[in-house]
C-alpha cells in the first residue's frame, strides 16, 4: 500500500524522530520541508530541529521543536486509523457537558452495547448490523443530534486534536511513512469535517468519523470484554481526506 511499509506505529514513530532530530531545516526530505514551513515562521535552512517521541498519552505522536517552538504531530499509517478511544463514562459525561439530550444519550448506550441494557450487562449480544437492522431509527436520531455544528468544534477537540487527558493540541497529521507521506494541518482538519459534517452514513458517525466499541466480544471472550467499554473513533478515510485538502493548497 502506498504510505506504508511493514513496520509498527511505534516504529514509526521513532524512525520519523530519529530521521529529524539534529537536522538542519535545509537537508530534510522535500515534503517535511513544507510541512516545516507551513508550521512555522520564518524558517533559515541553518536552523536545527530538534524531534522527540511523546512517550506520555497524548494525540500527539513526536513533537518537534525549531527555534524555540514546539509543535505537535499525531502520526498514522495503513487502513482503518483509530484517532481516539475512551471509557464510555467519561464519553457520556462529555456528551451531557455539550447539552446532547439524555434521550439521545440513552439511545446511544443501548447501541454501544446492543445487548438490550444501558450498562453491557445484558444476555443476547448483538452485531452492529444487526442492532441497526432492527433499530435504524435510534442511529439515524444519534447522527442527527451528533453531526450539529454546534458540537462539530468540540468533538474534532476531543477525538483528533486535544483528546480528554491533555492541555496540548495536535498541530498536524502526517500519514505514511518517513520516505512517503502526507499531511494535514490543524486548521485543514477543522475544515475538512465540517465539510463532511452533512455526510448520509446509516452507522453511527460524526462527519466522517465512525464511533463504536472497540470490541461488541460476541463471542464472550474474556481478554476482550474490557474492550465493550471502550467507545472508539476512527477515521476510514484518512488519507483520500488528506488528498482532498491538498488540491487546494
Not at 527555534?67 to 459525561?93: L, P
Not at 452533512?198 to 471472550?221: A, F, G, T, V
Amino acid at each position: 500500500m502506498v504510505f506504508n511499509k511493514e513496520i509498527s506505529g511505534f516504529q514509526n514513530e521513532y524512525e520519523f524522530a530519529t530521521y529529524l532530530n539534529g537536522k538542519q531545516v535545509g537537508k530534510v526530505y522535500p515534503n517535511f520541508l513544507d510541512l516545516l514551513y507551513k508550521l512555522y515562521d520564518n524558517l533559515d535552512f541553518k536552523d536545527t530541529i530538534e524531534c522527540w517521541v511523546n512517550k506520555s498519552k497524548r494525540k500527539a505522536d513526536i513533537y518537534i521543536k525549531i527555534n524555540g517552538y514546539v509543535r505537535g504531530i499525531s502520526i498514522k499509517k495503513g487502513v482503518k486509523n483509530s484517532v481516539h478511544v475512551e471509557h464510555i463514562d467519561s464519553f457520556t459525561q462529555f456528551l451531557k457537558e455539550l447539552g446532547i439530550s439524555n434521550d439521545v444519550i440513552r439511545y446511544f448506550l443501548e447501541y454501544h452495547y446492543a445487548d438490550g441494557t444501558l450498562d453491557g450487562t445484558g444476555n443476547n449480544r448483538l452485531s452492529s448490523i444487526s442492532y441497526r437492522n432492527l433499530y435504524q431509527n435510534k442511529v439515524d436520531l444519534i447522527n442527527q443530534a451528533f453531526n450539529n455544528e454546534k458540537y462539530i468544534d468540540a468533538f474534532i477537540n476531543r477525538f483528533i486534536l486535544q483528546g480528554n487527558r491533555s492541555t496540548y493540541e495536535v498541530n498536524a497529521i502526517i500519514f505514511g511513512v518517513v520516505k512517503d507521506f502526507i499531511w494535514i494541518t490543524k486548521d485543514e482538519i477543522y475544515y475538512i469535517i465540517k465539510k463532511h459534517l452533512s455526510n448520509c452514513s446509516s452507522s453511527l458517525h460524526i462527519s466522517c468519523l465512525n464511533l463504536q466499541p472497540m470490541s461488541r466480544n460476541l463471542n464472550y471472550n474474556p481478554k476482550y470484554e474490557f474492550g465493550r467499554n471502550q467507545v472508539q473513533v476512527k477515521w476510514y478515510n484518512l488519507a483520500d481526506q488528506i488528498i482532498e485538502v491538498m488540491v487546494l493548497r
